[in-house]
Nanobody, 118 residues
Framework: QVQLVESGGGLVQPGGSLRLSCAAS????????MAWYRQAPGKQRELVAT???????NYADSVKGRFTISRDNAKNMAYLQMNSLKPEDTAVYYC????????????WGQGTQVTVSS
């Protein structure tokens, strides 16, 4: 069992930055691939970025060059640095952990709201 708690969301003006954090507990963090998803009102949840336990990061085309995903296995933390934010980035952002070998071990945080508006 993995518990995930996101933080760092808020209201920011277009062009601004936010850093989301995801604190994990309850299991061996390095055994999980981590990801950030988002869901805007009236839309389906979409993948934003992934960072495997060991390997290459991956990003949605809409955030490439603006967002950076990272993790600190020693601290059981994952992060999403978001720069040059746009109004269309407004959504609830969710942290996800999926076991590297057993996909059924798939966990979600409660989400954190990001609102980009002037």
């Amino acid at each position: 069992q993995v518990q995930l708690v996101e933080s760092g969301g808020g209201l920011v003006q277009p062009g601004g930055s936010l850093r989301l954090s995801c604190a994990a507990s309850g299991s061996i963090f390095s055994a999980y691939n981590m990801a950030w998803y988002r869901q805007a009102p009236g839309k389906q949840r979409e993948l934003v970025a992934t960072i495997p336990s060991g390997g290459k990061t991956n990003y949605a085309d809409s955030v490439k060059g603006r967002f950076t995903i990272s993790r600190d296995n020693a601290k059981n933390m994952a992060y999403l640095q978001m720069n040059s934010l746009k109004p269309e980035d407004t959504a609830v952002y969710y942290c996800n952990a999926r076991h590297v070998a057993y996909a059924r071990y798939d966990y979600w945080g409660q989400g954190t709201q990001v609102t980009v508006s002037s």
